[in-house]
Each structure stands twice: as structure tokens, then as C-alpha cells.
């Protein structure tokens, strides 16, 4: 029992570790719901795409930028979607933000 325990928090380690190293400039890809900020979440003075990836009990927000998210905002002003992302993710302050090589509704 004591070996499934610390085997349990070793990968939770490797986890957080891993995902800490993916948000510090590293490509991703993400799978979640697609926002407006401004509209849906009400965070933003302007429109802009977000990604909202439930882990467990924990969301976690990422701001998209670039030209790719801006031309699917028409899939996510007023309304969410099921989205797919790939780009560039770097913490911005408190925030995630990735820089969208790619973007799509989820299929």
C-alpha cells in the first residue's frame, strides 16, 4: 500500500512538472471549451479566444493570440465550442497565453 501511495505521488510530480515546463514556452495541445473572454467570461475590455481545459476538478484558462485566433473568433463570440490547440504557451504575469499555429472545432 505504501508503494502504490508513493508511486501515486512521484507521477503527480512528473505531472505538474511536466505541465509547468509546457506552459514556460513550449508547444501544446490543447482540447477543451472555446470562449470569447470578453463576452462569455466577461474578463476582457475586447473580444478575445480562450480555452478552457478541465483537469479533474481544476480549469485552467488559456488566453489565445495570434492571427489563427483571430479568424476562428466568429466560432466563439457569443457562443462556446469544443476546441482543439496547438501554438506556443508562456505565462504572461498570472496568466497562460499561447500563440495558435493552429485552431479547430473538436470533432
Do not use: P, W
Request: glycine share 8%; charged share 30%.
Amino acid at each position: 500500500m505504501k508503494s502504490m501511495l508513493k508511486f501515486a505521488v512521484v507521477a503527480a510530480l512528473a505531472f505538474g512538472t511536466s505541465t509547468l515546463r509546457a506552459d514556460e514556452g513550449k508547444e501544446v495541445k490543447l482540447s477543451g471549451e472555446g470562449k470569447c473572454a470578453k463576452c462569455a467570461l466577461k474578463e476582457t475590455k475586447e473580444c478575445q479566444n480562450v480555452v478552457q481545459v478541465k483537469n479533474g476538478d481544476k480549469t485552467t484558462t488559456y488566453y489565445l493570440k495570434g492571427d489563427e485566433s483571430q479568424k476562428f473568433h466568429k466560432h466563439l463570440c457569443g457562443d462556446t465550442a469544443k476546441i482543439n490547440v496547438e501554438g506556443k504557451c508562456v505565462k504572461d504575469g498570472e496568466k497562460l497565453v499561447v500563440t495558435v499555429a493552429k485552431i479547430e472545432l473538436a470533432k
